[in-house]
């Protein structure tokens, strides 16, 4: 089993910043991969930003150039800076990752980031 703990969202101001967090705990040795959902009111689960096995970062188009997916390996966490943010990124943001056993793919509970105009 893997567990991800989420944390860090909140609410700003168009044109802020927020960081989130996401602490992976368990079987972290088959971990292959790990990145970011979200999800906004009445839409489906779409994809943001992820760590491939091999290292290299992915980014929605909508979210280059404003987000930054980096990584503490020490502290097996994970973490998705937000910057010039916009009301349309409001949304519940899921951390993800991937285990080679199964495989099986799993979920944080979940953080809620609000973007006021």
């Known amino acids: 089993q893997v567990q991800l703990v989420e944390s860090g969202g909140g609410l700003v101001q168009a044109g802020g910043s927020l960081r989130l967090s996401c602490a992976a705990s368990g079987i972290i040795f088959s971990i292959n991969g790990m990145g970011w959902y979200r999800q906004a009111p009445g839409k489906q689960r779409e994809f943001v930003a992820a760590?491939?096995?091999?290292?290299?970062?992915n980014y929605a188009d909508s979210v280059k150039g404003r987000f930054t997916i980096s990584r503490d390996n020490a502290k097996n966490t994970v973490y998705l800076q937000m910057n010039i943010l916009k009301p349309e990124d409001t949304a519940v943001y899921y951390c993800?990752?991937?285990?080679?056993?199964?495989?099986?793919?799993?979920w944080g509970q979940g953080t809620q980031v609000t973007v006021s105009s």
């Open positions: 993800n990752a991937d285990s080679q056993i199964g495989p099986r793919r799993y």
């Open positions: 760590f491939s096995s091999g290292g290299t970062t």
